[in-house]
Structures are given as C-alpha cells and as structure tokens.
C-alpha cells in the first residue's frame, strides 16, 4: 500500500506514521527526517538544507525530488511506503507523479490530517524528539514518563531547531501559500481522505487504520 500524508506543521503526520507504518509494515520517507539526518552529519546537502529549515522555508524542489526519488528505489519500497512531508509544492507532486509512473506505482490513499491552526503553534512549542531513535513525545500531551528520557531507548529529547514560535509563524504560512493548494491536486484525483486530528492520538491512529483497511 502507497500512502501519503498530509497536513499542516503539528498535524501529527509523524506521530501517526511510527504507528501506522508499524501496523502495516511499511517504510518511512520522511524529507525531513532525511534533512534533519543530513543537517546532522554535515553532508553538502545537508548543509544546504540547513539555510532553509532553519528559517522554517522550504528547501528548493530540485534537492528535494533527488532524495524521494533515491529513496523510492530502495527494494524495500516494492512492498509499499508512507510519504510524510512529501510532496509539498504543486511541482513536487507532479515530480512524484512522474517517478512513480517511471516504476510502474501509483499512490493509494492521501491521508489529511485536519488540526485548527491555533491549536498547532503549542503542539510544536512543546514537542521533544529523542535524539537516539527519532520517537516524537510532547511535554504536555504526550510526556515520557522520566523528564527528558526516551520511553523506548533511554535516549535523550531534544528540541527542534524550527520548534520556536517565530519559525513555526513562517513554517505554516508556508503550508498555507504553497503545500494546502495540494489538497485540490489529490482532491481531483479522489484520493483524499480526511480525518480528525484533534482526536486523542490512539483514536486518531484507530481512524486512520480503519480507513487504510477500507472499514470506514
Ligand atoms: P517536517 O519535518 O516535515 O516538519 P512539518 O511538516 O513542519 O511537520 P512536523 O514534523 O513539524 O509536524 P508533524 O505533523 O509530523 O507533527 P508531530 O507528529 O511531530 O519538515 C521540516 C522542514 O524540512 C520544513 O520546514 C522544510 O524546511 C523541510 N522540508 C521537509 N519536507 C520538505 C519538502 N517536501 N519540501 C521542501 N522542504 C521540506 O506532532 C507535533 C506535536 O504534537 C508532537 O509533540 C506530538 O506529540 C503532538 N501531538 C501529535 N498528535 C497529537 C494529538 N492527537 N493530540 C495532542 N498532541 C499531539
Ligand atoms: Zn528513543
């Protein structure tokens, strides 16, 4: 199954696919997890990257495009994959479209996140990501249970770097002047699918399920 989310800055998109991509044991093409592993080690892309997340911007399609594309060749993507944060541009979709085309693929089911934006600034000021393994946990609705410390691997969490609330203001005008046009795109297409992202993180995992196995 090829799947794609969607949504706004703090909709849950990541929160969602390590359980969605548990349950149906499939990888987990995340740019900016690519960007941020990128950023991390140094890498010339990463180094480019870095002028544009850190200002909560897009990073150019061109180097965007390469990564997917690399990525969705992998052998491991034959089974299917979870898209998070990809594509985000009009162009990046029909950049997706080709690629997929090229390997005889077609996406599945767009998944929407919906979340009101004024609920989205204090889910991003208060997330804690865990430098080992990447787990996302918020310090109010989804604290580990030791201060600081990875449920699953001990690890320490962190904050991200775009998480403050002047690069999250530029993060979701981003979304909305060039990702939510998106919505019309996959729209046309009959792919979309809405789900209530303000639910409590099981039952918004639960929705998201039943509709990926067509029981809703
Ligand atoms: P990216 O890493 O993709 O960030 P994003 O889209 O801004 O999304 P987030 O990761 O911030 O939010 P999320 O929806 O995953 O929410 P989460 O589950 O963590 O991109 C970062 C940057 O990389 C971009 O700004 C850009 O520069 C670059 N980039 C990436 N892809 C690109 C592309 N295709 N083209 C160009 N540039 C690109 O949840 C948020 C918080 O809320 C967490 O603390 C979580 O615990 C909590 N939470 C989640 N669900 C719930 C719930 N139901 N109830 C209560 N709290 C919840
Ligand atoms: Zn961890």
Same mark, same amino acid.
């Given at each position: 199954m090829n799947i794609l989310f969607m949504g706004p800055p703090g909709a849950g998109k990541g929160t969602q696919a390590e359980r969605i991509v548990d349950e149906f044991q499939v990888p987990h093409i995340s740019t900016g997890d690519a960007f941020r592993a990128a950023?991390?080690?140094g890498t010339p892309m990463g180094v480019e990257a870095k002028k544009y997340v850190d200002q909560g911007l897009l990073v150019p399609d061109e180097i965007t495009n390469g990564i997917v594309k690399e990525r969705l060749e992998q052998s491991d993507c034959d089974k299917g994959?979870?898209?998070d944060g990809f594509p985000r541009t009009i162009a990046q979709a029909e950049a997706?479209?080709?690629m997929l085309a090229e390997m005889g693929k077609r996406i599945d089911h767009v998944i929407d996140l919906k979340v009101d934006r004024d609920l989205l600034l204090g889910r991003l000021t208060g997330r804690r990501i865990c430098k080992s393994c990447? #787990?996302?946990y918020h310090v109010l609705f989804n604290?580990?249970?030791v201060e600081n410390v990875c449920d699953k691997c001990s690890g320490e969490?962190?904050?991200?770097s775009d998480d403050s609330e002047e690069k999250v203001g530029t993060r979701l005008d981003e979304y909305t002047t060039k990702t939510a046009p998106l919505l019309e795109y996959y729209g046309k297409k009959e792919l979309v699918r809405e789900v209530d992202g303000q639910q409590d993180i099981?039952?918004?995992t639960s929705d998201i399920s039943s509709l990926l196995r067509?029981? #809703?």
């Open positions: 950023m991390r080690q994959f979870l898209l997706l479209d080709g990447g #787990a996302t604290p580990p249970k969490l962190y904050q991200r099981d039952q918004v067509g029981q #809703a």
